[in-house]
């Protein structure tokens, strides 16, 4: 056999082999964009909980100089109720609804607390306003890091060539997480 022979084989092993490792890195980065964004979203969601958890002490702080805002503090327990029944589910596009409710009533909670300086000046209260608004940048930087690899992962699954790979082996479309923060800035203490 001479080297000339040989050619025809190459040619058809790269003809074979060239689509199937394109194919193969496409996939591989399909996954890991995927994989990426599961990431993104449980620090999102450990942000969340962290919030969860400081609602009730910020309603308890409010409740007691506020005892007549009763329909306010409700409003907030149940939102907050909502966002746990919901957190889990597994999409922020399921999530998202219960968090822009529970970012309003708190705004809310805090905008009627504003009423009363007493507790504008409690430093428990002033404390879990301080945490909320960490609580709230953090939140907000998860999510931004969430919806730069949502989008990074649907464009990879909308743009052509890659595009084929995705509908191929069933990439789903993610939806990015909108949420408007609960507290942007912490109130200054009026004395």
Same mark, same amino acid.
């Given at each position: 056999?001479?080297? $000339? *022979?040989?050619?025809?084989w ?5 003809? %074979? ?9 496409? /996939?591989n *980065?399909?996954?890991? !964009?995927?994989?990426? %964004? ?5 620090? %999102? ?6 919030? /969860?958890e !400081? ?7 409010v ?6 805002? @009763?329909e306010v503090?409700?409003?907030v327990? +149940?939102?907050?109720?909502?966002? !746990?029944?919901?957190?889990g589910?597994? *999409? ?9 409710e ?7 909670? !805090? ?13 428990n209260?002033l404390?879990?306003? =301080? ?11 998860a999510? =931004? ?8 992962? +649907? ?10 790979v995705? @509908?191929?082996? $069933?990439?789903?479309?993610e939806? /990015? ?15």
């Amino acid at each position: 056999m001479n080297d $000339s *022979s040989f050619i025809p084989w190459i040619i058809g092993a790269a003809i %074979i082999l060239l689509p199937a490792v394109w194919i193969l890195i496409q /996939y591989n *980065s399909l996954v890991a !964009l995927r994989n990426h %964004i599961k990431e993104a979203w449980s620090n %999102i969601d450990t942000e969340l909980k962290r919030r /969860y958890e !400081l609602i009730p002490n910020l309603v308890q702080a409010v409740k007691g100089y506020a005892a007549h805002e @009763k329909e306010v503090l409700e409003s907030v327990i +149940r939102a907050r109720q909502r966002c !746990l029944e919901t957190s889990g589910l597994g *999409s922020a596009g399921q999530q998202a609804p219960a968090e822009q409710e529970m970012s309003r009533q708190v705004t809310n909670l !805090l905008a009627r607390a504003e009423a009363y300086p007493d507790l504008k000046a409690d430093q428990n209260f002033l404390q879990l306003q =301080r945490e909320l608004v960490i609580t709230e940048d953090r939140i907000q930087a998860a999510r =931004r890091f969430f919806n730069g690899n949502v989008r990074d992962y +649907r464009n990879k699954c909308e743009q052509f060539p890659s595009s084929l790979v995705a @509908k191929v082996f $069933s990439f789903q479309p993610e939806e /990015y997480f909108d949420v408007d923060p609960a507290v942007r800035e912490v109130p200054k203490a009026r004395f």
